[in-house]
């Protein structure tokens, strides 16, 4: 890794990219991807918007997800193609703060959210006849306002993460602000912050994603029970990618955020917390309209092999 000395506030991003004529292909390449999947993202908002028929909590839930995928590429992207389309690899002390809070935001809501969705198929499924009094439009509100509210709540342990002092290098090994890969650079104890942060995880991830995997096991059993075929097959389409989804966007996130920060090593965060990659298959739920939106939003999985020779 380059060495780049504290001769001012701002932190390095040592980016995705090398400047050689191979980081220019990967860089165009992603690049297009992530429009074709902001395409996908717009596209699949404003169909849910205008079709009235689509006008359910599901698909309300499904819309939110696609919106924070929008809001993921504004927040990090920009940066990173700025800084290698002009070589300058620098981010302000301020600006990195802010990246590193809307990341951490959007990162609990989708977490919330997904949990909401595993709700919202629980009670479809196992009751089906309580569905419209359980998830009622009114409920969907509070569960999506609920969990920006609860996301804002917990970015703001970003601001005390700034106030460690950051000695020597500033260079950060990623290609975004992210809070583990900016505490390697401290030069003192953070362990305390580090325990905060752990217990953090645990409500915040480890606690959702054990309410999900408990409420799709009910599922299971309750989808077995079922004489019609076609009931089991629907029922089995739907939660089967979800699942997927959440395991894929928990996991990496598990592993970055609830890890000492002696066991972060230089580039492994930058590969396991690629939002872009890591959310390929969001959105893959029951309707054909979805899978066919499906098509566009999976391109995103040709960065994962991109990723594993870059790094």
């Known amino acids: 890794m380059e060495t780049y000395n504290q001769t001012s506030n701002d932190f ?19 690049v297009l991807i992530l429009l074709m999947a902001l395409f996908g993202n717009l596209s699949m908002i404003l169909l849910i918007f205008l079709d009235t028929h689509l006008h359910t909590p599901m698909y309300f839930l499904l819309s939110q997800l696609s919106f924070i995928d929008l809001n993921y590429v504004s927040t990090i992207v920009p940066k990173m193609a700025f800084n290698f389309l002009f070589g300058n690899k620098s981010i302000s002390f301020i600006g990195c703060g802010i990246q590193s809070f809307f990341f951490l935001t959007l990162a609990v809501v989708e977490a919330l959210l997904l949990t909401s969705m595993a709700y919202d198929r629980y009670v479809a499924i196992c009751f089906p006849l309580h569905y419209p009094i359980r998830i009622s439009k009114r409920v969907c509100v ?31 090994d990623h290609f975004f602000c ?7 650079l401290s030069c003192v104890d953070t362990t305390h912050y580090e325990r905060t942060a752990y217990a953090s995880g645990v409500i915040f991830l480890f606690i959702p994603s054990s309410l999900i995997f408990a409420s799709y096991v009910q599922i299971l059993l309750t989808v077995l029970q079922m004489k019609s075929k076609e009931a089991r097959k629907k029922s089995f389409s739907t939660c089967f990618f979800h699942m997927i989804v959440v395991i894929m966007y928990y996991l990496p996130f598990i592993f970055t955020y609830m890890r000492p920060k002696k066991y972060h090593t230089p580039g492994q965060d930058k590969f396991i917390r690629n939002k ?5 298959m969001k959105n893959m739920l029951r309707s054909s309209f ?22």
């Open 276 to 280: 872009d990659v890591l959310d390929a």
């Open 178 to 184: 992210e809070v583990p890969a900016m505490l390697v």
């Open 142 to 172: 509070l569960m999506i306002t609920g969990s920006w509210i609860m996301g804002s709540i917990k970015s703001f342990h970003t601001a005390y993460a700034l106030h460690f002092p950051f000695c020597g290098s500033r260079a950060i």
């Open 12 to 30: 390095i991003l040592i980016g995705l990219f090398s400047p050689l004529g191979t980081g220019l292909f990967l860089f165009i390449f992603i």
């Open 290 to 311: 979805l899978h066919k939106m499906l098509q566009v939003k999976s391109l995103k999985y040709i960065l994962l092999s991109i990723f594993i020779i870059n790094i």
